[in-house]
């Protein structure tokens, strides 16, 4: 970087020497030769490639490196008052080369030669090379004399140079080379920003995303990085460029449209640019570390403050803390109450236990911070601290002794009140214990007495209540001695001078009062209490005689009420005959219950009068729970359900002659239809068994008996109908069949399946022994063996009853492990779905497939093979003209387009179709 004290030097052109030979030379020079030099002499950076005589530079590159490094000279030129507009031709000279040295360098060159010659020229830019070469590089095939004559690649290697050397070797991070230092900085400058990945210095700048990225990473304020589009490079790398160029002092180097068009953007461009970024950025970094510098010293300052304000706070509270504790601890006097002592006592050691530890730490808390915060700013150059007046320390310890010297003697004056008062509360407490006793005895006993509870008893519950009156008299002389010990302790405590005498003679003189009323109340009760006993006992031994009558006559009433509305069931005429004559016993007993009843009802008159007369409250009878309105409710109920009864045994006795016509016509036709179902049924299993005939011949015995089935149809119809009717007359049972709707049901259904089972299976066979060539004699075979080992007709085998089948048929299966192995892959076959059985469907294909020789996808596709004339492939044309019409059409819609090398247009795939008719493809 150039020296700041040579800033204003060369801000006038006048004061250089090399501006001024520059204006004087001629702009045409003989050309000279001069030696080129090679690589760098400290190896911080190798070049990436060597800069040949004969090379071409490509033209993107050449123009972007030209002007990049046109406008990184001039960024420097400028502060010595010039500039270049032509890189290959103003520094053929040597001139303005010098003088960009001095001025990146700010060092002082040579003086130069003011000669116009071409020798001239080529000393003033040996000068300059020569100066390159003393800081510690070695350029490559580069000499004065391609400088001189204007060979721009070469003008432009010696440019890279010099901005390798002095604007990118002092760039280090993590003591990486520059090239790598430098896009190490880009890397981690652009870490958190999304569509931004710095991997390199050309394609990773395309898109400008990378150049907005590093200025919003430093200054924020100029640039609104959400909303850029990763779609928009030129906008962005324009946004870039103005950016930096106005608020960062970056001139434009790169051209946005060069940076878009190219496929690969210079390299060398690119980092010259951004070292530029990195050089602008450098200044913030050095603004940061001052700042941190203020704010360390003004941390330690405002730490000091803090403890400042937390002294003086903790000294306030403090100190206020001790002013109001202090005259508490300095009062003498009490409420001259025991509670109100012990209160005290208590307030006293909650504030020696509880407030005056945390005190003490808090008084020594503050020494320690006055000599920390004293030290520390004695440590940092600080003036001492002084607190508040009043808040020093020395204040603080003065104000504790003073609590401290009222704390003295005020625990033992406490203790020597408490003495004096536990006398005198000791007698208070005996008086309201003694006193809370006999009135807590005494509590309800003037209403007890003064009750008339017996009024209301029953002659059990009043001889309770006598005893009870007895045993509270002689509680009642008990408790005489009692009350003189009450009245003798407030006379103790008159004389003591018990503070609250007047509440203790109040109390006294109540319980004297209460203790005569209870005297003459107890002598009226008790005889009241003998009076009631002798007219209960009358009434008890009337509700006795009551309740031995009652109860037997309340079991008639209910077992009559019982049996009148007892819902009956019966089946036949006769069993309703036993019910009427039943009934009609019942009657007869009907006037001599009258008669009980009013005997009965008689007695509890009589014990309610009794009760009325005397004031008495009217009891239940304790012998009983009858009461005479309950009889007097069900005799009259059971009057009224008699004639009820005779009407519904009368008509129970018209339903059940209707009921036998209809068990009578059901049976009828019942035993008609079942037996003919039970012979169709005898037929089919017959011609299963037997097989009679040929397959046609069998199919033509079951289609008559199917037609036969459908013509006896109407005769169930009928039979359903009548057990309609017999179902609505809810009847549950015939004696005159021993069929039921429901076997009959069941049996014509049975019969409907079998047939049609039957037919299905002959139809299977038929079919199978047409397509497989199977004879008709093997079909047999085969049926016959399975209806042999399905002794339960289930139409299915077990696997023990179907593994004797197969070897009743010639299969050859071991008992050993190698036969189960066989057997087993055999039932894979035919129980696929593992049910544990195997059906007489999967019996007989298995059977026929052994059997037959079946068709194969390659049959199929060596039969189409036949039809297309050997080509791998058929067409549209041949199928319709070799098949039926709709045969192929099915073809065609389903056969793919062939895709072989010799297909012709409209070629289908017989193979895959083939394959997938067999289920070989996943057609």
């Not at 970087?1 to 052109?13: D, I």
């Not at 001095?102 to 000393?123: C, N, T, W, Y």
């Not at 549950?732 to 709707?741: A, V």
Request: with cysteine; glycine share 4%; net charge negative.
């Amino acid at each position: 970087m150039m020296n700041p004290e040579m800033n204003g030097y060369y801000a006038n052109p006048a004061n250089s020497v090399y501006m001024q030979a520059y204006q004087q030379q001629s702009p045409y020079d003989q050309a000279y030769s001069a030696k080129g030099i090679n690589q760098y002499s400290d190896d911080y950076m190798q070049q990436e490639e060597e800069w040949e005589r004969e090379g071409v530079l490509d033209p993107l590159w050449e123009k972007q490196q030209r002007k990049t490094f046109t406008a990184w000279c001039n960024s420097h030129l400028r502060k010595a008052g010039t500039q270049i507009e032509e890189i290959n031709e103003d520094f053929r000279n040597g001139l303005k080369l010098m003088l960009l040295l001095e001025v990146i360098s700010g060092e002082q060159l040579p003086k130069p030669d003011r000669g116009k010659m071409r020798f001239h020229k080529i000393a003033n830019v040996n000068k300059a090379l020569d100066y390159i070469q003393s800081k510690g590089v070695k350029l490559v095939s580069i000499g004065a004399e391609e400088i001189v004559d204007g060979n721009l690649k070469m003008t432009l290697g010696m440019i890279w140079t010099i901005i390798l050397r002095f604007a990118i070797q002092d760039i280090s991070v993590e003591e990486m080379s520059a090239k790598e230092g430098l896009l190490l900085w880009c890397q981690r400058k652009t870490q958190p920003y999304k569509n931004v990945n710095v991997q390199n210095f050309h394609m990773s700048f395309k898109d400008g995303l990378a150049f907005c990225a590093l200025i919003h990473r430093h200054r924020p304020d100029l640039i609104d990085y959400d909303k850029l589009n990763k779609d928009e490079p030129l906008k962005n790398l324009n946004l870039a460029f103005d950016i930096a160029e106005k608020h960062l002092d970056i001139p434009k180097m790169l051209d946005a449209e060069d940076m878009v068009n190219c496929i690969r953007p210079d390299e060398r461009s690119v980092m010259t640019y951004v070292s530029a970024y990195y050089h602008a950025f450098a200044g913030a970094h050095k603004a940061e570390t001052a700042a941190n510098r203020i704010c360390k010293v003004l941390k330690v300052n405002q730490e000091n403050e803090r403890l400042m304000e937390e002294y003086e706070r903790l000294a306030s509270d403090l100190l206020e803390w001790i002013r109001r504790t202090t005259p508490w601890l300095e009062n003498r006097t009490t409420d001259n109450t025991l509670p109100g002592t012990q209160k005290k006592l208590a307030e006293f050691r909650d504030y020696r236990r509880v407030h005056k530890p945390p005190r003490l730490e808090q008084k020594a808390k503050l020494e320690t911070d006055f000599n920390t915060l004293q030290t520390k700013l004695r440590l940092s150059n600080r003036p001492a601290y002084l607190p508040s007046e009043g808040k020093l320390v020395s204040d603080i310890s003065n104000a504790w002794k003073g609590l401290e010297f009222a704390e003295r003697g005020f625990e033992e004056w406490l203790l020597s009140e408490l003495m004096r008062l536990e006398r005198l509360d000791h007698l208070a407490k005996k008086f309201k214990h003694k006193c809370d006793i006999h009135e807590s005895w005494a509590n309800g006993k003037e209403d007890l007495l003064e009750a008339q509870d017996f009024k209301r008893c029953k002659l059990n519950d009043l001889k309770a209540l006598i005893k009870k009156h007895e045993a509270f008299e002689s509680d009642l002389a008990a408790h005489q001695d009692r009350v003189e010990q009450i009245a003798a302790i407030a006379q103790e405590l008159n004389a003591l001078d018990y503070h609250d005498a007047a509440s203790v003679n109040a109390r006294c003189e109540k319980i004297c009062r209460n203790w005569d009323l209870l005297g003459t109340l107890t002598s009226k009760r008790r005889v009241a209490l003998e009076e009631a006993e002798r007219i209960l006992e009358h009434v008890d031994s009337l509700f006795l005689e009551y309740a031995k009558r009652a109860a037997p006559y309340n079991n008639w009433l209910d077992g009559a009420r019982e049996d009148l509305v007892d819902m009956f069931i019966v089946h036949s005429v006769d069993e309703i005959q036993g019910l009427i004559g039943a009934h009609e016993q019942f009657k007869a007993t009907l006037p001599e219950a009258d008669k009980e009843y009013n005997s009965i009802n008689a007695l509890a008159q009589e014990a309610h009068h009794l009760c009325q007369q005397h004031g008495l409250q009217i009891v239940e009878n304790p012998y009983t729970s009858i009461q005479p309105i309950e009889l007097q409710s069900k005799w009259m109920e059971v009057q009224q359900l008699v004639p009820l009864r005779d009407q519904t045994l009368q008509n129970e006795m018209n339903k059940q002659k209707q009921n036998d016509s209809l068990r009578i016509l059901f049976a009828q036709k019942a035993n008609v239809v079942g037996p003919w179902i039970e012979r169709q049924h005898d037929q089919i299993a017959s011609a299963a068994v037997n097989m009679q005939g040929g397959l046609e011949q069998q199919m033509q015995r079951l289609r008559t008996m199917e037609q036969s089935l459908s013509q006896y149809k109407p005769n169930i119809d009928e039979l359903e109908n009548i057990n309609k009717e017999i179902q609505e007359a809810m009847i549950f049972e015939n004696r005159h069949t021993g069929y039921t709707m429901e076997t009959i049901r069941v049996g014509w259904e049975q019969l409907g399946v079998s047939i049609a089972r039957n037919i299905n299976e002959v139809e299977n066979q038929i079919l199978t022994r047409d397509s497989k060539g199977i004879t008709e004699e093997q079909m047999n075979e085969f049926r016959m063996s399975f209806n042999h080992f399905d002794k339960s007709r289930t139409r299915r085998l077990e696997p023990k009853e179907f593994r004797s089948c197969l070897i009743s048929l010639g299969y050859n299966i071991r008992d050993d492990k190698q036969g189960d192995a066989d057997f087993q892959r055999i039932m894979s076959i035919v129980d696929p779905n593992n049910t544990g059985h195997v059906s007489f469907d999967s019996f007989m294909d298995f059977m026929t497939r052994d059997a037959s020789d079946q068709d194969t996808a390659d049959q199929i596709i060596q039969s189409f093979r036949v039809l297309a004339n050997n080509k791998p492939y058929i067409t549209a044309d041949i199928l319709r003209s070799e098949l039926p019409p709709d045969q192929a059409q099915y073809c065609i819609q389903r056969m793919q387009p062939y895709r072989g090398p010799d297909a012709m247009h409209g070629a289908l795939d017989y193979t895959s179709f083939s394959t997938a008719l067999y289920g070989e493809s996943d057609l």
